[in-house]
């Protein structure tokens, strides 16, 4: 079990420049989530995978952002035309459907996004 | 619509104290509720999970309960150290989905 990954680990980019985030799940988890996070707050839900079908989406989430898990593995989140808003921590989790602690989040170390 | 409140936002305490930290939410149809760290620029750590038939649960010097009627959760650390110190999350579903509202957290320093 090497846990959740993610990669890059920090991004910085120019305002309108598109950027994708990929996350690696723990092996056996089924469920895959994205939040976004901002100092002082908790993190905000995104968006949810079970396998490779995208379940839910926050309202939060607009036509810029998007999301996949081609073949219920790993994860991309894309942002394109970023905006300052941005700027955040983007983390990801993965949950076991049925084995182990069904519904126990495990969390990435996160991207750390900078928009200048 | 879930609302996830807690209290403290922060703690501040001298070493050894048992501390109690609350996380209330709005919404008792819950499944689970999920204890959390997270050290300064990092990931959050699972500590706990309860799952909604459960009354608490308990990992080493960490006691979580769990009260849906009230919709209520109590993090309890006994003895408290120094490496303790960090943000304590909970976290709960919306209304039956798997869409996680979080708190914004407890920030603990406990000092030597």
């Known amino acids: 079990d090497t846990g959740v990954s993610q990669d890059p680990r920090h991004k910085i980019t120019k305002r309108g420049q598109n950027v994708t985030f990929r996350c690696d799940p723990i092996?056996?988890?089924?469920?895959l989530y994205w939040y976004r996070q901002t100092l002082g707050q908790g993190p905000e839900f995104l968006t949810y995978?079970?396998?490779?079908?995208?379940?839910?989406k926050s309202r939060l989430l607009s036509d810029r952002f998007s999301a996949e898990r081609p073949k219920g593995s790993f994860s991309t989140l894309e942002i394109q035309r970023t905006e300052q808003g941005d700027s955040a921590m983007y983390l990801c989790?993965?949950?076991?459907?049925?084995?182990?602690?069904?519904?126990?989040?495990?969390f990435g170390p996160g991207t750390r996004l900078t928009v200048t | 619509k879930q609302e996830v409140t807690q209290i403290p936002a922060a703690l501040s305490v001298p070493e050894g104290e048992n501390l109690v930290l609350n996380c209330s939410f709005t919404?008792?149809?819950?499944?689970?509720l999920q204890w959390f760290r997270q050290d300064p620029g990092k990931g959050l750590t699972s500590l706990l999970l309860?799952?909604?038939?459960?009354r608490e649960q308990t990992s080493g010097r960490l006691n979580a309960s769990l009260d849906k009627s009230s919709g209520r959760s109590t993090l309890y650390i006994a003895a408290s150290q120094p490496g303790d110190s960090a943000t304590y999350l909970c976290?709960?579903?919306?209304?039956?989905?798997?869409?996680?509202?979080f708190g914004t957290g407890t920030r603990l320093k406990v000092l030597a």
């Open positions: 976290a709960v579903p919306h209304s039956g989905t798997y869409k996680y509202i």
């Open positions: 919404d008792s149809a819950i499944y689970n």
């Open positions: 995978f079970q396998n490779e079908a995208q379940l839910e």
């Open positions: 989790a993965s949950s076991p459907l049925a084995s182990g602690r069904p519904g126990e989040q495990y």
């Open positions: 309860i799952q909604s038939s459960q």
């Open positions: 092996s056996e988890h089924n469920r």
